[in-house]
């Protein structure tokens, strides 16, 4: 195949789902597959149902995964990329202490493979490919199983000690609601796609009015997906929506703090929620930051992200980018 040396894999890995794609030099998608993340095991289960979903990926673009010359990953939880090990990656089966994900795909693949965190190759992504482009400084909201963010500062992305940009575990109440991380009031705990689940069997058992379990079973789902909620909305059932309504201010609050802080340019919202409700909720999200802007009369642009359910992938697969493809400081 022509240009096959610089054919490049993208991993993105999810709380309920992982996507794998394989793209050419100029970031075209030849090929995709999508897993959904396991829910039992620990990280070893996880890593080979990502070398799996990479796999078919490569299959789809008519390569060998070891034909790639490299293969990036976009995972949550605390990434070493030096190391390459992930810890504490909380929204999967187990992972609670670190494990080598680089070398355990690497091995499965027999390719190159880096890792970076999941929101942060995100928002570079956005930033040099998408909804980004034109703004030198950005803040990259994911409203996925969790809530995460990335920072691009003076067109570069900003790390600071390895946990910059977790605009999901800013606090928005004290006292408030507990949080997956064990902390109270975080905007996660109202906005993540987690707990909004959580929340929402809670009241179920409790005799709630909500078709949200039905439209889970009727679609063959195990968990309350992105596609669940949306559906759910669309049929304005009366839970679904007082819950959106309240992670819809936590995050105008949350993100509105941040830009206060940071005066960044833009902020994109991507996730699998943010994608899924696209451009309506973008602006409800927009309007809910304004109550809590410092400079009110200057609103940062506030967009949804441009590559869609593929932006995290994409990403990842920048990592595997050869070095005189790097973009120019």
Known sequence: MQGERQLRGGIDLGGTKIQAIVVDGDHRVLGQAREPTPTEGGPR????????A???????????????????VGSPGDVDAEAGTVSRARNLPGWEGTFGLVPALSEALGAPVSVGNDVEVATRAEYELGAGRGHSSLLGVFWGTGVGGGLILD????????????????????????CTCGRRGCLEAYAGRAALEERARRKARKGAGTDLLKI??????TRMTSSVWWHAHERSDPLATRLLDRAVEALGAGIASAVNLLGVEAVVIGGGLGVRFGEPFVGRIADAMLPHLFDDSRPPHVVPAALGDLGGAIGAALLARPPDREPSA
């Open 54 to 72: 990479m796999r078919e990926a490569a299959e789809r673009a008519e390569v060998e995964p070891a034909s790639l010359i490299g293969v990036g």
């Open 45 to 52: 289960d996880v890593a080979a149902r990502m070398a799996d």
């Open 216 to 221: 889970m079973q009727d679609r063959g789902r």
């Open 155 to 178: 067109g570069r992305p900003w790390l600071g000690r390895g946990g910059a940009g977790e605009i999901g575990h800013t606090v928005v109440r004290l006292g408030g609601r507990r």
